[in-house]
């Protein structure tokens, strides 16, 4: 073990707002580490920091993934209500691409049509 001539710092950074698990929004420590700061050992307070690293590590992975899961289901959503669009939209009659124009009389029958 390596000594330690110097104090281990807080890792407050002012930010004093607990999150929904208790962990404090700015430092990632407990009410009970935050209020216990100066008199926990050196090798405490390092122990502390190597929490609140891994708290933070595992927030951020878990809003990741929360962005990820709503962001593929806002593309399923997009694709639902586009083919939902697709399926429902009437052709323009302004736009010639959209109308379905039969062309050189296929299919049009005149028989029994008088002028």
């Given at each position: 073990?390596?000594?330690?001539?110097?104090?281990?710092?807080?890792?407050?950074?002012?930010?004093?707002?607990?999150?929904?698990?208790?962990?404090?929004?700015?430092?990632?420590?407990?009410?009970?580490?935050?209020?216990?700061?100066?008199?926990?050992s050196i090798?405490?307070?390092?122990?502390?920091?190597?929490?609140?690293?891994?708290?933070?590590?595992?927030?951020?992975?878990?809003?990741?993934?929360?962005?990820?899961?709503?962001?593929s289901q806002?593309?399923?959503?997009?694709?639902?209500?586009?083919?939902?669009?697709?399926?429902?939209?009437?052709?323009?009659?302004?736009?010639?691409?959209?109308?379905?124009?039969?062309?050189?009389?296929?299919?049009?029958?005149?028989?029994?049509?008088?002028?």
């Amino acid at each position: 073990m390596q000594l330690e001539f110097f104090d281990v710092p807080s890792p407050c950074i002012g930010i004093c707002q607990a999150d929904k698990k208790g962990y404090c929004l700015g430092c990632s420590r407990t009410r009970e580490e935050r209020q216990t700061w100066k008199d926990f050992s050196i090798d405490q307070k390092q122990k502390v920091i190597k929490l609140c690293i891994q708290r933070k590590k595992r927030k951020v992975k878990r809003i990741e993934q929360e962005q990820a899961l709503i962001q593929s289901q806002d593309i399923t959503s997009e694709q639902n209500v586009e083919s939902d669009v697709k399926q429902n939209i009437q052709p323009s009659l302004l736009i010639p691409e959209s109308i379905d124009v039969k062309t050189q009389n296929d299919d049009i029958d005149f028989e029994g049509f008088e002028l």
